[in-house]
């Protein structure tokens, strides 16, 4: 069971000033030994980290958790752009604020280093 400083902590997670990303930049990944890749829209972005939105009811959930560093590769805005592979630590997951992106999960992604 959660307790409200579990909550808060969360909440404190997306508290920074955040900025829309640019309409087509993504990322893509496997999580943990799972064959199939996974690509999402890069929704924002803080000083601290990326978001990308989950449906609730995603396979991918089940591969990933709080914690978890994946290599992830991130596709600029251009098409013409190669993509980028980063080192990436799930920093969390959560709900979204009430009546917004409803039935999805908000995935918090940190940059750790360039691969």
Same mark, same amino acid.
């Given at each position: 069971?959660?307790?409200?400083?579990?909550?808060?902590?969360?909440?404190?997670?997306?508290?920074?000033?955040? /900025?829309?990303?640019?309409? $087509?930049?993504?990322?893509?990944?496997?999580?943990?030994?799972? +064959?199939?890749?996974? *690509?999402?829209?890069?929704?924002?972005?803080?000083?601290?980290?990326?978001?990308?939105?989950?449906?609730?009811?995603?396979?991918?959930?089940?591969?990933?958790? /709080?914690?978890?560093?994946? $290599?992830?590769?991130?596709?600029?805005?251009?098409?013409?752009? +190669?993509?980028?592979? *980063?080192?990436?630590?799930?920093?969390?997951?959560?709900?979204?604020?009430?009546?917004?992106?409803?039935?999805?999960?908000?995935?918090?992604?940190?940059?750790?280093?360039?691969?």
């Amino acid at each position: 069971m959660k307790n409200d400083s579990e909550d808060k902590e969360k909440m404190n997670l997306r508290i920074e000033a955040r /900025t829309e990303s640019q309409p $087509n930049a993504s990322v893509e990944f496997k999580p943990g030994n799972n +064959n199939m890749a996974y *690509h999402f829209k890069l929704r924002d972005f803080s000083a601290k980290g990326l978001c990308i939105i989950v449906r609730k009811d995603s396979k991918v959930l089940r591969h990933i958790q /709080t914690g978890d560093v994946l $290599n992830m590769r991130y596709y600029p805005d251009e098409a013409t752009a +190669n993509p980028v592979s *980063h080192q990436t630590q799930i920093k969390h997951i959560s709900e979204p604020e009430p009546g917004k992106h409803q039935d999805h999960m908000l995935v918090g992604l940190l940059i750790l280093d360039q691969t």
